[in-house]
């Protein structure tokens, strides 16, 4: 099982060189954060975009699936912006290019879309945490019927490989008190999750509404659009908003009510059914734990990518606290009103 992390192998005078030749794009030049692409933007305040260069295993199927996607969204309107690929000087709105190994990557240009990361802001409100997961179930319901071959794809990422992700990179996990843990929520998905999985809806999804994929205003008062969906696929629905509140609930002093924050905004919107909600608490802890165990193998392939390390020792800490939650008080209180 694997999933590449290695980022493609441009520095940023020759993304510069690329923009310039395949988009006629100039301007002052920053990388950004990525876990398996190069991202960089590119231009002044006001006109900014991003110059995405995929990791050396993403297909162009996939990208175009994603622009798809963009196109469903702006159309219903479900985010006050959705960033729509612009085409080439060859009128392409993906684009080939080497590396200097020889290796071929595809490269896009996408809208900078202005705003701060759910990461930058303090202790969010419980509007802008209902926000987010309304938006979120807006998002699958621009998706309802939604298909693509691309989507099909195997990915570390996806719910229904959790218990292949943990056989495969468990034994990684040091010191052993961090692998129990791991295996306490193991057993627990084992003995809850999947006797019932086939009460359980299946949808395209985002998949990846982590702190640093969700753009908010400047007020930190409403969501302004989600990014990175290169982890979209098709799998249970509930786990949407599940993945969405495990990454809010990192570093706050009341986990629980801040996912059910989450998850009361998304069942407003999208209700979700008795067997989703009493299985949301599992999913986040099992995304909790697959979290762990991709970035400890993906760390050790590519150990200078600072990316991958975002929010582990939270999340660990995140392991811990659930262990000693009363798991009945705790779907007591994730249960939407």
């Not at 190994?101 to 802008?128: F, K, T, W």
């Not at 990179?169 to 086939?198: H, I, M, S, W």
């Not at 009493?278 to 193998?297: E, G, K």
């Amino acid at each position: 099982m694997s999933d590449s992390c290695v980022l493609p192998g441009f520095d940023a005078t020759e993304a510069a060189a690329i923009a310039k030749r395949l988009f006629a794009l100039e301007g002052p030049l920053q990388q950004l954060d990525g876990e398996r692409d190069l991202n960089f933007l590119i231009g002044d305040k006001g006109s900014r975009y991003v110059f995405k260069i995929a990791n050396v295993d993403e297909s162009p199927a996939l990208l175009e699936c994603q622009h798809q996607v963009f196109e469903r969204l702006a159309e219903a309107r479900v985010f006050p912006e959705v960033a729509t690929a612009r085409a080439s000087v060859n009128g392409q709105l993906i684009e080939t290019v080497y590396s200097k190994a020889g290796h071929e990557h595809v490269c896009r240009l996408m809208p900078y879309i202005e705003g701060r990361i759910l990461a930058q802001v303090d202790n969010p409100s419980p509007a802008l945490l209902e926000d987010l997961g309304g938006r979120l179930a807006r998002l699958d319901q621009a998706l309802e019927s939604f298909a693509h071959p691309a989507l099909e794809r195997p990915l570390l990422w996806k719910m229904d490989n959790a218990l292949d992700v943990l056989e495969a990179f468990k034994p990684l996990l040091t010191p052993q008190p961090r692998r129990d843990l791991v295996e306490f929520f193991e057993a627990g998905y084992r003995e809850r999750v999947l006797p019932r999985l086939g009460y359980l809806r299946r949808a395209v999804i985002h998949n990846d509404a982590n702190r640093a994929n969700v753009l908010v205003d400047d007020a930190g008062a409403r969501v302004v659009s989600i990014i990175d969906f290169g982890d979209m696929v098709e799998s249970w629905l509930v786990v949407e908003p599940a993945v969405a509140a495990t990454y809010a609930m990192l570093d706050r002093d009341e986990p629980v009510r801040v996912a059910a924050q989450v998850l009361r905004g998304y069942h407003a919107e999208l209700p979700l059914g008795s067997v989703e909600i009493d299985l949301a608490l599992d999913f986040i802890c099992m995304r909790l734990c697959m979290s762990v165990c991709i970035n400890t193998h993906q760390s050790a392939l590519e150990p200078d990518n600072r990316y991958l390390l975002t929010d582990v020792e939270s999340i660990w800490q995140l392991l811990g606290i659930l262990r000693e939650t009363d798991a009945a008080e705790a779907r007591a209180i994730l249960a939407p009103e």
